[in-house]
């Protein structure tokens, strides 16, 4: 998930720190609010293999080091990846790329998330969550491939400095447009899918309500969403959405510190990511479970429609 300036300063603001060079030497020392550890320490990895792909991309070196538990994981699913070098905007990155399941000539619906992180923190949250959970859902559509729509996954690079790996692919001469390209990025913890969606009665935003309730879960879902690799697609015309897994209460404060108003507090999100608190310690791999099921329900019953019904997300 992209910081911008707004939410920055938003989250300065609240905190009650100064953004840059600060003079005053009280504010300079306000500890930052900590964010809540969830009720319950992380279970142990072995018998979760989402927390096990999170544990391995924040224990792996940034940039190559993610790409390569992604890698690993892919290989132990036996599902075939490729390395999509890019050059964008002066930078350089990889995407990765993996088909999953289905027939080659079916439409496409294309999962994705950003593997890079920021340099503070352990990018747990943002954005191993979302990595880790295309690859919960990789290998379950592999296990038992939709009846419409083959399937796809990508693990975007440089999202962190401005959505370059969705953007190159999105440019590329020769890339698929997808029937739909769903995004993961920040799916940690929380009662509430957060769905973002050009249009929120959609056959995807209906399916995925019924689901989330057979959870337990809440859905929000809207067009107001935080920056990240969906917006190329949807630049290009290209149909996309974006989920995240957050508290249902964050929501309305993650989308004013967007809009550079200052919230009445400060939501967990926006105190973990960038930060030094995100890690493990911040995931909450219970609340994770429910989500991903309910999106690979979301996504069965979506794919279940007849294509008329799905052209749009
Ligand atoms: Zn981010």
Redesign the pocket.
């Known amino acids: 998930?992209?910081?911008t300036r707004p939410a920055l300063l938003s989250s300065a603001l609240a905190l009650g720190l100064a953004l840059a060079a600060c003079d005053d030497p009280v504010a300079a020392h306000t500890a930052p609010a900590t964010a809540g550890a969830p009720a319950s320490a992380p279970a142990a990895s072995g018998d979760d293999p989402w927390l096990a792909d999170v544990s391995a991309m924040v224990q792996a070196d940034a940039g190559a080091g993610r790409r390569v538990a992604i890698q690993h994981r892919l290989d132990a699913l036996g599902i075939a990846w490729r390395d999509v070098p890019f050059k964008i905007d002066e930078e350089s990155g990889t995407n990765v790329w993996a088909d999953v399941a289905g027939a080659p000539e079916a439409p496409l619906l294309l999962l994705g998330a950003h593997s890079d992180q920021?340099a503070q923190g352990e990018g747990a949250t943002?954005?191993a969550s979302g990595s880790a959970t295309v690859l919960a859902l990789a290998q379950r559509l592999k296990a038992r491939p939709l009846q419409r729509h083959r399937v796809a996954v990508a693990f975007w690079d440089l999202e962190?400095k401005g959505l370059l790996g969705s953007k190159a692919f999105v440019a590329a001469t020769g890339s698929p447009k997808p029937a739909l390209y769903v995004n993961f990025d920040v799916f940690g913890w929380g009662d509430t899918v957060w769905l973002m969606t050009p249009q929120a009665d959609s056959a995807l935003a209906q399916a995925t309500g019924t689901a989330v309730q057979a959870q337990g879960l809440k859905l929000s879902a809207g067009d107001k969403y935080p920056p990240t690799d969906h917006l190329p697609f949807l630049k290009a015309g290209w149909p996309a959405v974006s989920y995240s897994l957050v508290g249902g209460d964050e929501i309305a404060l993650i989308l004013d510190m967007y809009a550079g108003r200052k919230p009445g507090a400060v939501p967990k999100v926006m105190q973990v990511?960038?930060s030094d608190h995100d890690t493990l310690a911040n995931i909450d791999p219970a609340a994770v479970a429910r989500g991903v099921d309910a999106v690979e329900a979301a996504l069965r019953a979506w794919d279940a429609q007849p294509v008329a019904q799905t052209g749009m997300p």
């Open positions: 998930m992209r910081l920021v943002d954005n962190e990511i960038h």
